[in-house]
């Protein structure tokens, strides 16, 4: 695996509080990239944070489309892919 697009369901943040939201995204991102590619540490580009950002700290996207890129042995860099809107 080289490149991979995923689409990570984010909804799970809206059932804590307000101020933990964005940090808690962070985390969930980390743990879903590192679950589904099996590596020990992930780099998480600038562009996700400010994607996750964009609205405010308290209303995170309730979902996000990132593409994981395979740089060593053991090391991924997470970036966005674009972004995922509401569905009519």
Do not use: C, Q
């Not at 964005?22 to 969930?28: N, Q, T, V």
């Not at 590619?37 to 994607?51: F, G, Q």
């Not at 996750?52 to 090391?75: C, H, L, Q």
Request: glycine share 2%; no cysteine; aromatic share 10%.
């Amino acid at each position: 695996m080289s490149e991979a697009i995923y689409v990570i369901n984010l909804n799970r943040l809206y059932w804590t509080r307000r101020y933990r939201r964005l940090a808690r995204a962070i985390k969930m991102i980390k743990e879903f990239v590192k679950k589904h590619t099996k590596a020990n540490e992930v780099l998480i580009d600038n562009s996700v944070n400010e994607y996750i950002f964009s609205k405010s700290y308290d209303k995170p996207p309730r979902r996000i489309a990132v593409k994981v890129t395979k740089i060593d042995e053991g090391v991924v860099k997470v970036s966005l892919a674009l972004e995922v809107g509401k569905t009519s």
